[in-house]
C-alpha cells in the first residue's frame, strides 16, 4: 500500500476527512495526480444536560462520528424527527460545512439545562 492511500486511511479512521472526502483523495492518488493532503480541523459535538445542578450527561463526539451514529438511531426516533419536520441528513451536513463553532443550544429552566455546541 502506497504511502499516500496510508494516510488518507489514517485522516479518515481519526475523523479529519469524511468518507467521501477520503473517496475523492483515494479516486485522486490511484489516477496518479498530485495533491496536497490537508485534513479539515476536527470538530466535535458536545452535548451537556444537566438536572438539579447535577451533571446528568456530557457526550463528546467527532462530527465525523455523528453520521455513523445516526444508523443506530431507532426507527421510531427516526420517524418522530420527521413528524416534528426535523431532517437530520440536513442538519448535519450544515453543522459539518456551514455553521461555525459556538454554542448551538442554551436552554435553562432553574437548576435544569441543556447545552449543545461545536467546538
Do not use: H, W, Y
Amino acid at each position: 500500500m502506497s504511502e499516500e492511500r496510508k494516510k488518507i486511511l489514517e485522516m479518515l479512521a481519526e475523523g479529519k476527512v469524511s468518507p467521501d472526502e477520503a473517496n475523492d483523495l483515494l479516486n485522486t492518488v490511484e489516477k496518479g495526480e498530485t495533491t496536497t493532503i490537508t485534513p479539515r480541523a476536527r470538530r466535535l459535538l458536545k452535548i451537556r444536560v444537566s438536572e438539579g445542578g447535577e451533571e446528568k450527561v456530557n457526550v463528546t463526539l467527532p462530527l465525523a462520528l455523528a453520521r455513523v451514529a445516526m444508523k443506530f438511531v431507532p426507527e421510531d426516533a427516526k420517524k418522530e424527527l420527521d413528524e416534528q419536520g426535523i431532517d437530520v441528513e440536513e442538519l448535519l451536513s450544515s453543522i459539518s460545512t456551514e455553521i461555525p463553532d459556538g454554542k448551538l443550544v442554551d436552554v435553562k429552566d432553574g437548576d435544569d439545562s441543556v447545552e449543545i455546541f461545536i467546538e
